[in-house]
């Protein structure tokens, strides 16, 4: 059996943690990694001892019809990235890597467009992660090095960009 590299180990990771999820739209696995070790974990789901959308049978955006990436006030979840970086001292995860993982609730299947919100973004941004390394297929990722998405800001309209 060939070894893994070290990527896709942390991101296998990621994604057995994804199988927490509650999410009836998207579910989404994160552990945070600095100097080999892992820090935390995080998934989506509604906030400690309140009821999940699994547990609900419904979900208030598919209810209404948002689409994807709009309205996440509407949500009950906690992001998995969030759920991560609050489980962590920051000094703990000052300069690591959080691995991320999705899958589709209804099909199972790999997000290939898997991403961070913006709002997501800026917690990475203040929390100190240096790299973000994101699942494509079972064996394709890419890293996003934070720095990136200081200097490109998604969240100033384009005119004052």
Do not use: F
């Amino acid at each position: 059996m060939a070894r893994i590299d070290k990527e896709n180990y942390y991101l296998d990771i990621a994604e057995t943690v994804l199988k927490r999820a509650t999410c009836l739209r998207r579910c989404y696995g994160a552990i945070i990694v600095k100097n080999d070790e892992i820090i935390s974990t995080g998934y989506n789901g509604a906030p400690r001892g309140r009821r999940n959308c699994t547990d609900l049978g419904y979900c208030t955006r598919d209810a209404l019809q948002v689409p994807s990436g709009e309205r996440y006030e509407l949500c009950r979840s906690v992001h998995a990235e969030a759920n991560c970086i609050i489980s962590a001292a920051r000094s703990a995860i000052l300069g690591g890597t959080l691995y991320l993982a999705g899958r589709d609730s209804k099909t199972g299947e790999l997000l290939p467009d898997a991403t961070s919100c913006s709002m997501c973004r800026r917690l990475i941004i203040n929390a100190g992660i240096d790299r973000v390394v994101i699942r494509r297929t079972p064996s394709e990722y890419t890293v996003v090095h934070v720095e990136d998405w200081i200097r490109e800001d998604d969240s100033l309209p384009p005119a004052l960009g």
